[in-house]
């Protein structure tokens, strides 16, 4: 069984850019959950995809947007990146929606940094 | 809105001496709470859950609602335990699984 894994390790982009990072899930998991970790806090939730619908947003922009594939892969997209953008961005995916039985499975991250 | 408060960012203990990593929430629902833990260079990972009322690697923790609080314990504290801990929250009465984290606390335990 593989697990969660993302895509690129780190970046560093400039502050106006756009960004695409992502996801591939767990095999057999069609939930996807993405996590933004400042330096020092927790992750905080940005949003969550169910069989290729968005279900749940946390507290952030529009400019945070999201994908979910039919293989349940998903990607997650920043636009017009601004300098506290920069975090370390986690995905984490699990078997089905809403069963606090079912873990949620975490992948390494992917580091941001905006300058 | 739910919140999760870990008061200490950094707690440090002896080997075999008595770990408790606080946790406390606020939420006006019923919650379902996790711990979740990251060793150094592992990514984050399910450590243990309330409804599970189990015990993982000697930690156990009680959701005590009164109090609002589910602090993590162990009797006897190992080197192997150092690691970032988080405590998180989930609501229950909706279809989603969002995780609320704290801010987490890292423990390191001496040999």
């Known amino acids: 069984e593989t697990g969660v894994t993302q895509s690129p390790t780190h970046l560093i982009k400039t502050r106006g850019q756009q960004v695409t990072l992502r996801c591939s899930s767990q095999?057999?998991?069609?939930?996807v959950s993405w996590y933004q970790q400042a330096l020092g806090q927790g992750p905080q939730f940005i949003f969550q995809?169910?069989?290729?619908?968005?279900?749940g947003r946390g507290n952030f922009p529009p400019r945070f947007s999201g994908l979910q594939f039919p293989n349940y892969s998903s990607e997650l997209n920043v636009n017009a990146l601004e300098l506290d953008d920069s975090a370390l961005y986690l995905c984490?995916?699990?078997?089905?929606?809403?069963?606090?039985?079912?873990?949620?499975?975490f992948g390494p991250g992917t580091r941001l940094t905006v300058t | 809105a739910q919140r999760v408060t870990q008061p200490e960012k950094l707690l440090s203990v002896f080997k075999g001496a008595p770990v408790e990593l606080k946790c406390n929430y606020s939420?006006?629902?019923?919650?379902?709470l996790f711990w979740y833990v990251q060793y150094s260079r592992q990514r984050l990972q399910l450590l243990l859950r309330?409804?599970s009322r189990e015990s993982i690697k000697g930690f156990t923790a009680d959701l005590n609602k009164g109090e609002t609080s589910f602090h993590l314990k162990k009797p006897f504290a190992q080197e192997e335990d150092s690691a970032m801990y988080y405590c998180?929250?989930?609501?229950?009465?909706?279809?989603?699984?969002?995780?609320?984290f704290g801010e987490g606390t890292q423990l390191t335990v001496n040999p």
């Open positions: 939420y006006s629902g019923s919650p379902e």
């Open positions: 995809y169910y069989r290729e619908e968005e279900n």
């Open positions: 998180a929250l989930s609501r229950s009465e909706t279809s989603g699984s969002r995780l609320t």
């Open positions: 095999s057999g998991h069609n939930t």
């Open positions: 984490a995916s699990s078997l089905d929606l809403g069963q606090p039985l079912y873990e949620q499975y």
């Open positions: 309330h409804i």
